[in-house]
């Protein structure tokens, strides 16, 4: 909530020069509007300080360092791969391979590391090889040949499953001795990788709302036909977007390895992604494209994990989180929809 | 060299220094024929406005000449040198610029951020939307679109008639030379019209060369020096403003409604004997 007061507070002349702001605020009932478009972060950044509080309140060890060490690393790698999944569904796709992706990845870099190449560039080019490759296999089946989004991946996500385990023979290897220094950075040390996540998705909001980039995903997502029509390569940005996501999904492989110290064929698969969509639409991004925020993300995941966490150490079992979970996604979508009727409501009177 | 002229059609006289000429243009999309041999030119600093009814061609001929599509069989020449578009940023660069109806405009974003799509201001990397914001702002009062409170606004949010608006102030940030227009009076109230209107009219005073898509023939023979009209994708009528009349523009129209009612009629009657 806190953000949306700061709004109210500025008057119309440092809306117009200060640096950061995105609408300006000419008259009370934009101004009004900015804030009611705002609130769709605001009220998940409400709900997880709701949630905050009460475990605060109700459970021991709560607020102890353990927890939120445990808090930060649970959210880290869904934040990363979610960063991918907002910008696809802004463009209107989705990816269920990121999770395949994110499996496959600290095995290829343990080959990399093995070829005798120095650990930090087997990781770029981990990312690299496997966001062009993946990402753009995804893309192109996409765009060019016009499959949906989600049958390209849950394709390309079979493909990338029985190749990890054929190259991994389903075994969990040691990552190499030689990368664990650096791998400090990677997920190792206890902040690191929320540290990743979070810098990350500082990037993307901006790349989201303040370059081009960002501007085209939604004009893709948001009517087709009318960015193709205004001169916008429209495969290109959804092939780019393919690209980031798998890129991401590879990063949260080799941090998520560093973190548990294993490579594990067990890791990511289908459930971090549909882990990582629940926290992308319970921060507020749009199913069927066109709008969607990454802060929003950070703070949807951040109410799963405070969920994850407070009911863990309430002793509930991680069975029945799962109807906790559940219920948390209908109800987070529920107001979203009431939301979304309440702005077009808005929208009516603001015509008159 | 061809001279536009399509069968036992009038046409009017080619000049020497029309800006754009379009022959012999077909387009078929597998067994449909959308155009048969168009013939069509645009004079320089002219307004032609190009009517017939839905699916008659207008907007694949646009489409073709703004460069979305390539025509199947046929050729464009700008200032009497033939070119070969292959997309719409290309034809852009060459000064042949389009203005689609309000169904171009992103709804997600704001009005600012729709005039300027695809010819951002950019400070790499990021977007200039303060600078954006104050010509957008400016541009609106300009041309005088007072119902809009605010350039910051989702263009959701805007009504049918304000969209449109914009879509057409959207041209004016374009260098063209020639300029496409697609039904920019669609879904427009009169005030609104009017306002349009206007401003077509500012942009031919500024020596642009327009070609404009419209259904209502009092509002095309209130701004165009020409007309022609489009009918089973064949261009079947060429006449200056001043050589043709609403009385005349309706009746063909209309004939044409009432041999398509004959037709139907014919065939009906037609399969029910046959078979």
């Avoid at chain 1, 990368?179 to 950075?185: P, Q």
């Avoid at chain 1, 977007?241 to 798998?246: D, I, L, R």
């Avoid at chain 1, 994990?305 to 109807?323: V, W």
């Avoid at chain 2, 989702?154 to 057409?168: F, K, P």
């Amino acid at each position: 909530m806190s953000d949306v007061s700061e709004t109210a507070e500025r008057s119309p002349e440092t809306f117009g020069t200060a640096p950061d702001q995105r609408r300006n605020g000419s008259s009370v009932l934009s101004r009004a509007a900015t804030m009611f478009l705002k609130q769709r972060e605001a009220s998940v950044l409400a709900i997880a300080v709701i949630l905050f509080i009460y475990f605060a309140t109700t459970t021991t060890a709560f607020v102890s360092h353990g927890s939120i060490v445990n808090i930060a690393q649970f959210m880290a790698p869904y934040v990363v791969i979610g960063i991918g999944l907002v910008l696809l569904m802004v463009c209107g796709e989705i990816d269920l391979s990121v999770g395949f992706v994110w499996m496959l990845s600290p095995y290829v870099m343990h080959f990399f590391v093995d070829s005798g190449i120095p650990t930090f560039l087997a990781i770029v080019i981990t990312i690299l090889l496997l966001a062009v490759v993946i990402g753009g296999i995804n893309g192109v089946v996409t765009t060019v040949f016009g499959v949906p989004s989600l049958i390209t991946t849950l394709g390309s996500g079979y493909i990338i499953f029985g190749y990890a385990l054929t190259i991994s023979s389903a075994q969990q290897i040691n990552l190499p001795p030689e990368s664990l220094g650096l791998g400090r950075w990677f997920g190792g040390a206890p902040w690191s990788e929320i540290i990743w996540a979070t810098v990350l998705v500082v990037i993307f909001q901006i790349i989201l709302t303040r370059t081009r980039w960002g501007l085209y995903t939604v004009s893709v997502g948001g009517n087709l036909l009318g960015a193709r029509e205004s001169g916008i390569r429209v495969n290109r940005i959804k092939i780019g977007n393919f690209m980031m996501c798998a890129g991401l999904g590879a990063l949260a492989g080799i941090l998520e390895a560093f973190k548990n110290n294993i490579i594990d064929p067990s890791a990511g698969q289908l459930a971090v992604v549909l882990y990582a969509l629940a926290g992308v639409v319970i921060g507020g991004t749009a199913m069927l494209g066109g709008s969607g925020t990454m802060i929003g993300l950070w703070l949807g995941v951040l109410v799963l994990a405070i969920l994850q966490d407070g009911f863990n150490l309430r002793g509930i079992s991680s069975n029945k989180f799962q109807i906790i979970l559940g219920a948390a996604i209908l109800l987070a979508m529920i107001a979203n929809t009431y939301l979304t009727r309440l702005r077009s409501a808005g929208r009516l009177q603001s015509k008159a | 060299m061809s001279t536009p002229e399509t069968g036992d059609v009038a046409m009017t006289t080619p000049k020497a220094d029309d800006i754009l000429r379009v022959e012999h243009i077909s387009k078929r999309y597998g067994a449909v024929t959308a155009l048969v041999d168009v013939n069509l030119r645009l004079g320089r600093g002219e307004v032609l406005g190009l009517i017939g009814d839905n699916g008659a061609g207008k907007s694949t001929l646009i489409k073709i000449i703004c460069g979305f599509q390539p025509p199947t069989s046929g050729r464009i020449l700008l200032n009497g040198e033939e070119v070969h578009l292959t997309s719409v940023t290309q034809a852009r660069s060459l000064g042949i610029d389009v203005v689609y109806q309000d169904l171009a405009l992103i709804p997600q974003l704001t009005v600012y951020q729709n005039m300027f799509l695809n010819r951002e201001q950019v400070r790499w990397p990021l977007l200039r939307n303060r600078s954006m914001r104050k010509a957008a702002k400016e541009q609106i009062d300009a041309i005088g679109i007072t119902t809009l409170k605010s350039v910051d606004l989702e263009v959701a949010s805007l009504s049918g008639g304000q969209r449109q608006a914009i879509a057409v102030a959207r041209s004016v940030y374009s260098d063209a030379k020639v300029l496409l227009l697609d039904e920019p009076l669609a879904a427009m109230g009169v005030k609104e019209g009017a306002a349009i209107l206007d401003l077509v009219r500012g942009l031919k005073d500024r020596g642009i060369s327009i070609i404009m898509i419209a259904h209502n023939y009092g509002q095309v023979l209130e701004v165009c020096d020409r007309v022609n009209l489009l009918q089973g994708g064949k261009i079947t009528f060429d006449k200056y403003r001043q050589d043709t009349s609403l009385e005349e523009l309706t009746e063909m129209v209309v004939s044409e409604y009432r041999k398509a009612l004959e037709d139907r009629h014919r065939s009906a009657s037609g399969t029910i004997t046959g078979s």
